[in-house]
């Protein structure tokens, strides 16, 4: 069976094996030819039951699936009825297949008739289709896959894909091996993954991208880098270059805070090669400026002529898996369905297609305003589907808040416990990866078929049913009369073409006839897919025809930064964003045990002189302060900062550790065009924390450790691992938890360390390891003992020392795939192998996703530096 991968924006194709439903890449599709990364290989293990939400519920208590979708039908009308369709809204996500999305923006846009559908894709691509909206006329990104291959110059900026899109850098790295000459430009305020391949780093001032490019504009102007043949296809361009003319290179030099010879590097290398294909993602979109950095981005693309031909254009990665479907069916606040805008000849010829009177006229609430909205009571109710706001929208406390205080807040949910599901009146558990059935849209415009394969657990329905069936409810049964989600697609591709005639880019018209069978069976397509490329199109604007009424593509006067800057009370400024084994926030990449060895708990990267400034050390703990809030997690130290920079990754959340949920620090500052927020540029200041005691803490249940400074779970087979800091004596906090009378105890104190075995009955309960610093134990050694039968007094006597007594610890690990750990690398290094490839061959890390391989690099780079 064939199906399609549900992280990133890639779209790996995947194939499972109908014996033992393991997971392959699928060597057929043109996103992956069967390459998958960690995350991606690892989804056979999200399977089953565990952490799943199994049956709906209704203010805490089980009904069925009958009563739960009754109660959200009518106390929804009852709320319309009181205060106007306005009062209510969807909160939807790039996680939702277009199936699902489409019935969610026709029952609120078109039935309930209020505009009040965002979703998380305002916090990821907002900003893009804006960019594409002003440039093109339409949201159409040009490029696709194989342009990686074809380029001459790739630029990376903001985004590192070697870690967000590891599929798709996978097939930079190989055409870089094969075409040496290819040049790789990265722009990114940090040395991240993705500089192992660079030629040219730039390490810009953060928020400063615009002026960058605005410079190269100009520069094009001035070294003769304009195709004059593309100036017919162009509007705005005198208007454009004036406006940019300041920026020359000490201008740009610097507000970039960048040298001048690097600056150069990049801007000739642009000019003069004639394929350059530019890769952008958060670093450009969730910004402050976040719609005029795209723009700054499609102008030197437009005016150099490099767009519409292999190897060439502006190529916005897609964060979600399905991100790019829901801008198809308007899944955002201020957009219809198929590309189409509010114009009353818009929204006439909708309600024409939808057959409704009720078609919304003017967009509704974003989802900053609209979680205000909830704040101040005009929103009285929420449905929240396929997404965790609590945790992932900035001023998350405030949202958080909100959320606790209206008055009916519905969760579609795959998972038992999130930091939203909290505050959820109704809980309607959705269908998961391997049970749903539909269509996803990757970043190149490819739509692929997610297949079930396996029965949906307990109550579980697909999350178009779920509002098809209160749609029925509420009275509007016969626009939502689908008995199965290849009618939803045929009616939204059929209004894909509706009066187009090439007016609207979005345009699958060629799929409206697909029988069930055709639909089960569909490859991977891009789009546009009609009448007059029925196979699809690989690539946009080849003949230089633009969306704007007069054909022409439309330069942006775009280049003036808005800097933040750290002040006297919040000096450093904080980076947000991802790691390579982890997504978002973790309800379901946190269960896989390897996927948790790369990174097990929150941290803090720190410039190696600021963490000296304050005292901190690698591994110490420290609180992260905003004006807003306040985080706690482990420094790491990292070269590849900037001074005054410091990066905490977006994932962690209150289940799994004390307060490491980074946006209860980020201010709501938006893009005021895209409503995206600036998520990566926040004043923050360090308070280190010092606690008296450190420890880790083994036992079956979840528990949630309190009275303590910190602490961070790991779900382990069978077990759940916690390492805990706190104040006073160890021992006196453990004795205060539940259920410690009714184990018999083991212990051994040796100096202030203590290590204590709780065992029921000869069955290992708990293990328990404190000192004044954080003990060192072998992790999986002890996790081990929670799945085996009671073993020998020795053995007994070696889990109290945490460690076997024969044989190395491997370390953290490294290579998720083969779970190899740094330990064991370092000793093969020692012993002489040179190269990630002798790494590979002695121990079999980075041989398989290859996502490790940088981190192997650098292990060897540090080695020979050490020598
Ligand atoms: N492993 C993993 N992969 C994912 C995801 C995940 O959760 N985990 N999520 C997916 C989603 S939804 C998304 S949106 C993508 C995001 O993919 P990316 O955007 O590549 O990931 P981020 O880590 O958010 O941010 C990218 C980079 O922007 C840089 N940056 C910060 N400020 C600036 C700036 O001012 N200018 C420039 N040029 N760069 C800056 C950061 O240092 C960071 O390295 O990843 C997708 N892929
Ligand atoms: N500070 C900071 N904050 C950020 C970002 C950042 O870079 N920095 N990035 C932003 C970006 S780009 C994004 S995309 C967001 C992502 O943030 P979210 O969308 O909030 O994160 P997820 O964890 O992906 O949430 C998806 C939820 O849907 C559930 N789910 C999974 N599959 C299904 C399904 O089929 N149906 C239903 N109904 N539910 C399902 C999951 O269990 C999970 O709870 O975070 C944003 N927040
Ligand atoms: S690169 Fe993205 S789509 Fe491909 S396997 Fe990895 S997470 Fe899935
Ligand atoms: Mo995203």
């Given at each position: 069976m064939k199906t399609t991968c549900p992280y990133c924006g890639v779209g790996c194709g995947v194939e499972i094996d109908?014996?033992?439903r393991s997971v392959s890449g699928d060597r057929q599709h043109p996103a992956n030819f069967g390459r998958l990364c960690v995350k991606g290989s690892a989804l056979g293990e999200t399977l089953g039951q565990e952490g799943r939400l199994l049956w709906p519920q209704v203010r805490g208590q089980r009904v069925s699936i009958d009563r739960a979708l009754d109660v959200v039908a009518s106390e929804l009308q009852t709320i319309i009825a009181q205060h106007g369709p306005q009062a209510v809204a969807f909160y939807a996500s790039g996680q939702l297949l277009t199936e699902d999305y489409y019935v969610a923006n026709k029952l609120m846009k078109g039935f309930i008739g209020a505009a009040n559908i965002d979703t998380n894709s305002r916090l990821c691509m907002a900003s893009a289709v804006v960019g594409y909206k002003r440039a093109f006329g339409a949201d159409a990104v040009p490029c696709c896959y194989e342009d990686l291959e074809q380029a001459d110059v790739v630029v990376l900026v903001g985004s590192n894909a070697a870690w967000a899109h590891p599929v798709a850098w996978q097939r930079l790295v190989q055409a870089k091996q094969q075409r040496p000459e290819m040049k790789l430009v990265v722009i990114d305020p940090r040395r991240t993954a993705s500089c192992e391949l660079a030629d040219v780093h730039l390490a810009l001032r953060p928020g400063s991208d615009g002026a960058l490019f605005a410079g190269l504009l100009n520069w094009l102007a001035i070294q003769g880098g304009i195709d004059q043949t593309m100036l017919p296809h162009l509007a705005n361009v005198d208007s454009t270059l004036a406006a940019c003319a300041d920026w020359d290179l000490a201008a740009v030099a610097h507000t970039c805070q960048l040298a001048d010879a690097d600056i150069l590097a990049f801007w000739q290398l642009f000019t003069t090669q004639p394929r350059v294909l530019t890769l952008w993602c958060m670093g450009i979109n969730q910004s402050q400026t976040g719609s005029d950095n795209n723009n700054a981005i499609l102008n030197v693309h437009l005016l150099s002529g490099k767009i519409g031909r292999p190897g060439c254009g502006p190529f916005s990665l897609t964060g979600q898996p399905n991100a790019m479907g829901g801008r198809e069916v308007g899944g955002l606040a201020n957009q219809l369905a198929a590309h189409m805008g509010f114009s009353p000849q818009e929204v006439d010829r909708l309600g024409r297609f939808w057959h409704s009177d009720r078609v919304a006229h003017q967009p509704g609430l974003m989802a900053v305003d609209l979680f205000r909205a909830i704040e101040r009571g005009e929103v009285k109710a929420v449905w929240i589907m396929g997404t965790n706001p609590a945790v992932s929208m900035p001023e998350g406390n405030r949202v958080a808040e909100a959320l606790r205080r209206c008055p009916l807040v519905i969760v579609s949910e795959v998972s038992a416990v999130t930091d939203t599901s909290a505050f959820a009146d109704v809980l309607l558990p959705a269908q998961a990866w391997g049970e749903k059935n539909g269509t996803v849209t990757n970043s190149e415009r490819r739509i692929s078929r997610q297949r079930g394969f396996v029965a949906p657990v307990g109550e579980a329905k697909p999350d178009w049913w779920l509002l098809a069936q209160v749609a029925q409810r509420l009275g509007y049964g016969a626009a939502f009369d689908w008995q199965h989600p290849h009618e939803v697609f045929v009616e939204h591709a059929a209004l894909s073409g509706f009066e187009n005639a090439g007016s609207r880019a979005f345009d699958i018209s060629a799929l409206a006839t697909l029988s069930r069978e055709q639909y089960d069976q569909l490859t991977p397509v891009q789009w546009p897919v009609n009448a007059a490329a029925p196979h699809g199109s690989?690539?946009?604007f080849a003949t230089r025809h633009f969306y704007h009424p007069d054909g022409k593509a439309r330069l942006l006067p775009v280049g003036i930064p808005i800097l933040s800057s750290p002040t006297r009370h919040y000096p450093l400024l904080m980076n947000t964003g991802r790691i390579r084994d982890q997504w978002h926030t973790m309800t379901r990449t946190g269960n896989v045990t390897r996927l948790m060895q790369h990174y097990d708990e929150p941290f803090v990267l720190l410039h190696p002189h600021d963490a000296a400034a304050h005292g901190l050390g690698q591994g110490d703990l420290t609180r992260v302060q905003s004006t807003l809030g306040w985080w706690c997690g482990r420094v790491m130290i990292d070269h590849g900062l900037t001074r005054g920079q410091l990066f905490i990754p977006m994932h962690w959340t209150r289940q799994f550790s004390a307060q490491a949920n980074v946006d209860g620090l980020v201010a709501a500052r938006s893009c005021p065009v895209s409503g995206q927020p600036a998520l990566k540029q926040t004043a923050v200041r360090l308070q280190p924390l010092r606690p008296q005691w450190q420890g880790w803490l083994w036992q079956r249940a979840r528990c949630d450790p309190q009275q303590l400074d910190y602490w961070s779970r790991v779900p382990q087979s069978g077990v759940q691992r916690y390492v805990l800091a706190g104040q006073g004596d160890p021992a006196a906090w453990l004795h205060?938890?539940?259920?410690?009378?009714?184990l018999e105890w083991q212990q051994a104190h040796a100096g202030q360390q203590r290590h204590m075995l709780g065992w029921r009955d000869g069955v290992l309960e708990r293990a328990f390891y404190a000192a004044p610093w954080l003990p060192e134990i072998d992790h999986a050694f002890v996790a081990q003992a929670f799945s085996l039968p009671p073993g020998s007094a020795q053995q007994r006597h070696a889990l109290l020392g945490g460690r076997p007594e024969q044989g190395e610890s491997q370390g953290r690990t490294l290579c998720s795939c083969f779970g190899v750990g740094e330990l064991a690398i370092r000793r093969a290094i020692d012993q002489g192998c040179q190269t990630a490839a002798a790494l590979g061959a002695a121990l079999k890390c980075g041989t398989n996703c290859g996502s490790c391989i940088p981190e192997l690099k650098q292990l060897i780079a540090a080695h020979t530096v050490a020598q």
């Open positions: 109908a014996a033992d690989s690539r946009l205060q938890q539940p259920g410690m009378d009714e």
